[in-house]
């Protein structure tokens, strides 16, 4: 067990419709990635937040969105889904990103099926 | 774009022996990598990291290894176990990009009994 939770474990949902994903990171840790892993691209990059405020941008698609709330848990929302979401998305949080190579530890994730 | 790849997609070893998974990385100012290890259904689990001022690094059965010449990572591990079957991957980042880590392929490694 990392310490990082993530809700739901799977969600099934239709094309056009707008899911949130929910992330608790380890206690202490500041700093908050998601990822999304699919069969034909991998574990991509998408978005961290750092103590709240967004801190770097990978490939996510303009109708995701992500936040940090003071609680310092986070959420992706996905919107206008597409079939082609489907995948699983990871949460990960570690203490300060601001050394650089902070280790990273993965949630369990979320399973996200469009139909 | 700079990514890390992995050379083998599977990998096949008897319990027991010592397993290599390889990996090689494209961006030569990456200065931080990493190895996960993800079992069916589970989120990528940490294994073992190194920073690109070091050559090797050994953890519990785990053994990173560094070569910056040619952008390769390898991660050997001792005296294999059933309970080592999974898909390892490694990922890099660099300082100037913050933390985001760029993930290889992975390779699934299984263990024969």
């Known amino acids: 067990d990392s310490g990082v939770t993530q809700t739901p474990k799977h969600l099934i949902t239709a094309t056009g419709q707008r899911v949130t994903l929910r992330c608790s990171p380890r206690?202490?840790?500041?700093?908050v990635y998601w990822y999304q892993q699919s069969l034909d691209q991998g574990l991509q990059f998408l978005i961290q937040?750092?103590?709240?405020?967004?801190?770097a941008k990978g490939n996510i698609l303009e109708r995701f969105s992500a936040q940090q709330f003071p609680d310092l848990h986070s959420e992706l929302n996905l919107s206008s889904l597409e079939l082609g979401d489907s995948a699983l998305y990871f949460c990960?949080?570690?203490?300060?990103?601001?050394?650089?190579?902070?280790?990273?530890?993965f949630g369990p994730g979320t399973r996200l099926t469009v139909l | 774009g700079e990514s890390v790849g992995l050379h083998l997609p599977t990998l096949s070893v008897q319990e027991g022996d010592n397993s290599i998974i390889n990996c090689a990385y494209s961006n030569s100012a990456s200065d931080y990598f990493i190895w996960y290890k993800q079992e069916s259904g589970k989120g990528p689990q940490f294994i073992i990291d190194i920073r690109s001022n070091m050559d090797k690094r050994q953890g519990q059965r785990v053994t990173v290894l560094l070569n910056k010449t040619v952008k390769h990572l390898s991660l050997q591990i001792a005296a294999t176990q059933p309970g080592d079957s999974a898909v390892y991957f490694c990922a890099e980042s660099k300082e100037t990009s913050g933390s985001r880590l760029t993930f290889g392929e992975g390779t699934q490694l299984t263990v024969n009994p």
């Open positions: 990960a949080s570690s203490v300060d990103f601001r050394s650089g190579g902070e280790t990273q530890f």
């Open positions: 937040y750092y103590n709240g405020e967004e801190r």
């Open positions: 206690s202490g840790d500041l700093s």
